[in-house]
């Protein structure tokens, strides 16, 4: 079984710019998270999809937004870029509450965005 | 304050030593403990579950929740030098997916 599939791994990006960012979770699961990770804050929640809403949101600013589509892939979005952008962004799938999981987030592998 | 508080380390331990990991909490609310385990330029992978208190064991690894001291564990027995990683607790409140992580501590193993 695949796991979730995060692109690119690596990018560089300048102040000001735009960036997205694509999450493809493990067949079968529905809702989506974005965590940011860096190493002073460690990883903080950004936001949840689940069946192309949004249910959970973090204390982001607004340049922040994601989606997911109706195959519940996931996309985010972070406009006018900032130094401060800097970190691994983490995409998670988990399967719904009402199938008796856990909540296990299964975590990609990140997509590391530089921003110069 | 932090929500979630965890010692950062680094914590180095021969081979072979118990390891103890903590992580302490402010939010009564917090139902679902979690340990997550993540190698360098990997995404965190999950060790261990735990629902409320109590404890659960899984091999070398134990997980311990107290909730009235609002304070999780997560013990190593037997380390050995692949257990270098940095661990990471998440808990979260009941009916959602937004979970707290803690910054992490970051773990050596030397053989």
């Known amino acids: 079984k695949a796991g979730v599939t995060q692109t690119p791994r690596y990018l560089i990006k300048t102040r000001g710019q735009q960036v997205t960012l694509s999450c493809s979770p493990i067949s079968g699961h529905r809702s989506v998270s974005w965590y940011q990770q860096t190493p002073g804050q460690g990883l903080q929640f950004l936001f949840e999809?689940?069946?192309?809403?949004?249910?959970n949101k973090g204390n982001f600013p607004g340049r922040f937004s994601g989606r997911q589509f109706s195959n519940s892939r996931s996309e985010m979005n972070v406009s006018t870029l900032e130094l401060g952008d800097s970190a691994l962004y983490l995409c998670a799938s988990s399967l719904p509450e009402r199938q008796g999981n856990t909540g296990e987030l299964f975590f990609g592998e990140g997509s590391r965005l530089t921003v110069l | 304050q932090k929500e979630v508080e965890q010692d950062p380390g680094p914590l180095s331990v021969p081979e072979g030593a118990i390891v103890s990991l903590n992580c302490t909490y402010s939010?009564?609310?917090?139902?679902?403990f979690m340990w997550y385990r993540q190698y360098s330029r990997k995404g965190p992978e999950l060790l261990m579950y735990?629902?409320?208190?109590g404890n659960k064991e899984d091999g070398r690894f134990t997980a311990q929740v107290d909730k009235s001291s609002k304070y999780i564990s997560l013990f190593i027995r037997d380390s050995q030098p692949s257990d270098s990683a940095t661990y990471l607790c998440a808990m979260s409140d009941t009916g959602t997916y937004k979970y707290i992580f803690g910054t992490g501590t970051r773990l050596k193993v030397l053989a």
């Open positions: 939010n009564s609310a917090f139902q679902y």
């Open positions: 735990t629902y409320s208190s």
């Open positions: 999809y689940f069946s192309e809403t949004q249910r």
